[in-house]
């Protein structure tokens, strides 16, 4: 993470031979923003604003009268929609100038605590809460100011299965994550969508008015995306939000955009924008503490994370980064920084931020005086407003979610399946594929495994050694390994099974026996096994700790990593030792995992080629729709697994498809009627696209799938068949 800025600049290749190549240069870059936020669905035209007393324009429509006028009627506030996505709208307001001629059009975006109405002084019974506005509109630049997905959780849940302490904006990214969709995408699309209408307005009427965005706190976020992706936008200032991006996993995880940190920090945003005018302003902002408490009737769950106005001397010193980048091109007068009272805390659009503003928009003679208070014929309902805001969302991404499954068929579709040996060959490609978009590659561990063991079971039936590897320099794989006693013969060759446990499991879970917290669950299925005469090792997977391991999850995804980015290499690094240890075959290693245990086993085996074969137990089923789902119970919407989401994974590969990665080697599903993990129907679902794959290629007999009576645990009865028999290993009396 401390490391990331510098490796962002080997990755920019700017051509600053002239403005055009410079502007086409970018243009990959925009591309691959555009992604890595979900911004990618195609925006729609809407209808004109007809009922206003000024030229209308394609895109926006009026949801109500004029509701607020001042008393020198200097401009009326007016309601407003515009459409964005299919199904979706944006809602706000626009500030419409009483003047012979508007000299600007400005989105004016505010921080998603505030409503429009409060961003503009509009609310009679809360504070103004920044000055851009109403002082633009004063000017006479026509404002519109959209609606952002609120930090409240009135509307986050289903009240059919269980309402949440998420915030609206958690709420949506959780089932946008998973389905490559983002809260921020969605919004950087309202403002861009704004910014068609902007420009249908100048079409229409006949002008070129200049087009600006000006944002505060996640408003600033959203000028700031949006004004990087977008050149029509003739200026930009950003307030409450520039500074060094490498804490972003501090902050609340509506912000968590995967890979971002790879090429996009702030100042290489405002590369982005340049030659173009930037205005950034130091000042406070709201500030922001998330999970809300938890309300009556209403389930705990929601990330932590906080937002706090940053120290201005971070801002300073990203400031110059991106300077450094206009500077390049001869357009270092074009960025401009303005701090807000005396530490870069005081109020968004101080005077001197909204006369450089103004200025980078060549106007320049205005009067800044305060106006007076607005006076209001009604209040929108804004409360109403934001659920129709969220309902939207909602639909639309529960559609991307329906759909996501015709993507993966027509992607995998490509593989040659005319035979086992071919589609080994072909794996390899979307076995890269996955490890690259969905998991994160991490480099290939370099040092020497440096193995430190010592005993620590002495069983009748097994000796147990706890081990310990090196991975990376501070990075450990650990584990227990199980010896049958009878393992005497010098040169004999055992099979060995990875026994693999769930989420704040350990290693002794799977060994110890009845009476353990962890037998309900486990079994004791590595003592089993052994008992049977398999060599088993139980590892340490890193998901334990609970918001520990999830802070973990959290530095990562900017990166592009994910904590299977880790996982995968312990695994490989244990796999090497174990091969070379004298009563391993390695040519009979297997992996079988509970619940979190089961998620490995989707995800490790089908891409490590070493391991022989993999069984799922208390885990598989249609984990797409499990995570994303809004209208089943089982959905991971509703629980404390805030860092399960995995990117744009919809669209990459599903149980299904990641099963299809361990062909031609054997692979199970383990699954109990009673377990609340999901549903009979969705494991049925998923596994029946991989009994079909196998079958096809004929390896049949290479897969199925146990259903018993019980609940989420190992049952021990198939699966021990199963591992017998694909690992040549006679069963005992």
Avoid at 208 to 223: E, K, R, S
Avoid at 342 to 357: D, I
Avoid at 492 to 511: F, N, S, W, Y
Avoid at 616 to 640: H, I, L, P
Wanted: glycine share 8%; charged share 25%.
């Amino acid at each position: 993470m401390t490391q990331a800025a510098g490796a962002r600049a080997a990755k920019w290749q700017r051509d600053l031979t002239s403005p055009e190549s410079y502007k086409k240069s970018l243009e990959p870059y925009r591309i691959r923003f555009r992604e890595i936020i979900g911004a990618v669905d195609p925006r729609v035209r809407g209808r004109g604003l007809e009922d206003l007393s000024m030229t209308s324009f394609s895109g926006v429509e009026s949801v109500g009268t004029r509701v607020a006028e001042l008393d020198e009627d200097l401009y009326s506030i007016i309601p407003a929609r515009w459409q964005v996505l299919d199904g979706v709208t944006a809602e706000g307001v626009i500030l419409e100038p009483a003047v012979e001629e508007i000299v600007g059009l400005v989105v004016a975006i505010p921080d998603a605590t505030w409503t429009p109405e409060e961003f503009c002084g509009a609310d009679p019974d809360k504070a103004e809460a920044s000055k851009i506005p109403r002082w633009l509109a004063d000017q006479g630049f026509l404002v519109v100011i959209p609606t952002l997905i609120s930090r409240d959780d009135t509307f986050a849940g289903n009240p059919e299965i269980a309402m949440t302490n998420q915030s609206h904006r958690e709420w949506i990214y959780r089932q946008g994550f998973e389905v490559g969709r983002h809260v921020i995408g969605y919004e950087v699309q309202k403002v861009l969508a704004a910014v068609d209408a902007l420009e249908q307005f100048n079409q229409d009427a006949g002008v070129d008015l200049p087009i600006a965005v000006a944002g505060v706190g996640d408003g600033g976020l959203l000028a700031l995306y949006s004004s990087a992706l977008d050149a029509r936008i003739d200026a930009t200032l950003v307030s409450g939000y520039f500074q060094p991006r490498e804490g972003v996993w501090r902050e609340p995880i509506d912000r968590n955009v995967w890979k971002l940190l790879t090429e996009f920090g702030d100042a290489e945003l405002a590369g982005m924008i340049a030659p173009r005018p930037l205005i950034i302003e130091a000042a406070g902002v709201p500030d922001v503490t998330t999970p809300l408490p938890v309300k009556a009737n209403r389930r705990a769950g929601a990330a932590p994370g906080e937002i706090r106005t940053a120290n201005v001397e971070d801002v300073r010193r990203e400031f110059d980064r991106a300077k450094t980048i206009y500077t390049s091109i001869q357009a270092e007068n074009a960025v401009e920084l303005i701090i807000s009272g005396s530490s870069g805390t005081g109020v968004s659009g101080s005077t001197a931020a909204l006369r450089a503003f103004m200025k980078s928009l060549k106007v320049e003679e205005i009067d800044l005086d305060e106006g007076p208070p607005l006076k209001l014929t009604h209040l929108i309902d804004s409360t109403d407003r934001q659920r129709r805001q969220v309902e939207e969302l909602v639909r639309f991404t529960q559609r991307r979610l329906q759909l996501c499954s015709k993507t993966r068929d027509q992607k995998w579709s490509t593989g040659d399946r005319s035979n086992p040996d071919a589609w080994a060959k072909t794996a390899e490609t979307y076995r890269n594929m996955v490890w690259d978009e969905l998991i994160g590659r991490l480099p290939e561990p370099t040092m020497p495994a440096n193995p430190r063991t010592r005993k620590i079971i002495d069983d009748p039936a097994y000796t147990g050694y706890e081990v310990v590897l090196d991975v990376y320099e501070d990075v450990i794989a650990a584990g227990i390994l199980l010896l049958p006693t009878d393992l005497k013969k010098e040169g004999e060759k055992r099979p060995v099974v990875i026994c693999q446990h769930g989420l704040e499991g350990v290693p002794m879970d799977t060994i110890s026996g009845a009476g353990s917290s962890g037998y309900p669950y486990y079994k004791a299925f590595a003592a089993e096994l052994a008992k049977r005469g398999f060599v088993t090792y139980a590892p340490q997977n890193p998901y334990r700790g609970k918001d520990r391991f999830r802070t973990l999850q959290r530095k990562s995804n900017p990166l592009g990593r994910s904590l299977f980015s880790y996982i995968l290499p312990q695994h490989r690094t244990t796999l090497k030792w174990l091969a070379e240890q004298p009563w391993t075959d390695a040519q009979r290693i297997g992996f079988y995992g509970l619940s979190y245990g089961g998620k490995t086993a989707v995800r490790v085996p089908p891409l490590l080629p070493e391991y022989t074969l993999s069984i799922c137990s208390a885990d598989y089923n249609e984990w797409v729709f499990k995570n994303a789902t809004v209208d089943e119970r089982a959905s991971y919407m509703f629980t404390g697994e805030y860092e399960i989401f995995e990117w744009n994974m919809g669209h990459v590969a599903n149980y299904a498809e990641l099963s299809y990665l361990m062909a031609p080697r054997p692979f199970m599903v383990e699954r109990g009627h009673d377990d609340g993990v999901a549903l009979d129907e969705w494991t049925a679902w998923e596994y029946a696209k991989v009994r079909r794959f196998f079958a096809k290629l004929g390896l049949a007999d290479r897969t199925e799938i146990e259903f018993f009576n019980g609940p989420h645990t190992i049952n021990g009865q198939g699966t021990y068949e199963f591992l017998h028999r694909h690992l040549h290993w006679p069963k005992r009396d």
